[in-house]
C-alpha cells in the first residue's frame, strides 16, 4: 500500500490558511479511524489535529508538504487517546456464537466506547485521490483490517499505517513517533506478523454476479423471504449486532433468529449507502402507528458469491445523521433505492 503521489507532495507556495488545512480533512479522519476504529472518535481527533495545527502553523516549514505535517500532529493526538483508553471490540472477537434463540438474559449490551464503528467511505477518502488511491484506502478501513489492527500496540499501529496504507519511509516515521529507525523496522515486523492471518473477505469492487447477489439480499430482505436469504449466507456467514454481545454464525441460526427474537424486522426497508470500504445499507424498521423507524446501519462482507458477515450497528442516533441519513424517513428517503 502507499499514498504517495505528486499530488500529495507539491510544496505549499504560500502560508496555509483555514480552507487549505479543511482540504485534508478527510484524509485525516480516515487516518484517524484507522488508529481508534470509530468514526466519532476520529471526528474529534482530526478536530484536535485542525486546532493543534492553526495554532502552530509558525512551525510548517515546508520541508515536507502540508499533509504530512498533518499526519505527524493527527498520528500524535491518536497516540494521545490511546494512551488512556482500551482497544475496541467486534462481537464476534467476544466468545462463541449464540443459538439463533437466545434467551433474553444472554442479549447484554455494553456502551458505544466498547465497538468498533463503522465510517462512511466519502468521510474517510479524500475525492481527490486516483482511483488506485481510492481502492488502497478502501482495503484500509475494512472492518476485518480495522479489527485486526486493534490487536497491536499502538506505535506498532501507527508504523504500519504511516508504512503501509500511507507510503512513509522508516526515517520520517522514526521522526514523527520520536524513535529509531531500528525500533520502527522492529514495531513494523512485529505488527505485520500479528496482522498476517487476517482475511479480508470483501474485495475492492464488486463483480457483476455480486451486485446481482446484493439485489436479491435487499430484495429477499425486505420480502422477509428467510428461506431466499438463508442461501445468499456462507456456511460460517456471521450476523452481529453492536451493542450486543451476542453473535450467531451460520445461515440455520441467523433463519432461527430472523423467524424469532428478529421478526420485527418483518417489512423493513433498506437505503443504500457505503461504509468501511463495503456495500452497507440504512435500515429503517416498521412501526406499529405506520411510517418507519431508523434500526441500524448494516455493513455486509462479501466472501466470493456469498455474504460471510451481517454487522447491524444500532446506534442510530449517533450514526444515522454521520451517514446522512434521516432520522425521520420519508417516501423521498426510499425513493433512492434503485431497483
Known sequence: MGEHSTRYNRPVAATPDIASLEVHRPALTGHCYRMLGSVVDA??????????????LDQFDGRSTLRTWLYRIATNVCLDELAHRKRRERPIGQGSPSSGAPPLDALIQRPREYWIEPIPDARAIPPDASPAEQAILRESI?????AALQNLAPKQRAALLLMEV???SAAEVAGTLETSVAS???????ARSILACRHDATPVSLSQSQQEMLKQYVDAFERYDVDLFATLLRD?????????SLWIQGPDEIRTWMLGVGCGCRGSRLVPTAACGSPAFGHYRPVETGGYKPWAIIVLEIDGDRIGAINSFLDTETLFPIFGLPLEPTAETFSRVQR
Do not use: C, H, K
Open 236 to 244: 460460517d456467514a456471521t450476523l452481529s449486532m453492536p451493542p450486543y
Open 166 to 168: 500511507l507510503g512513509w
Open 43 to 56: 471526528d474529534d481527533a482530526v478536530q484536535e489535529t485542525m486546532i493543534r495545527a492553526w495554532r502552530n
Open 184 to 190: 520502527v523496522n522492529s514495531a513494523l515486523q512485529r
Open 142 to 146: 475494512r472492518l476485518a483490517f480495522v
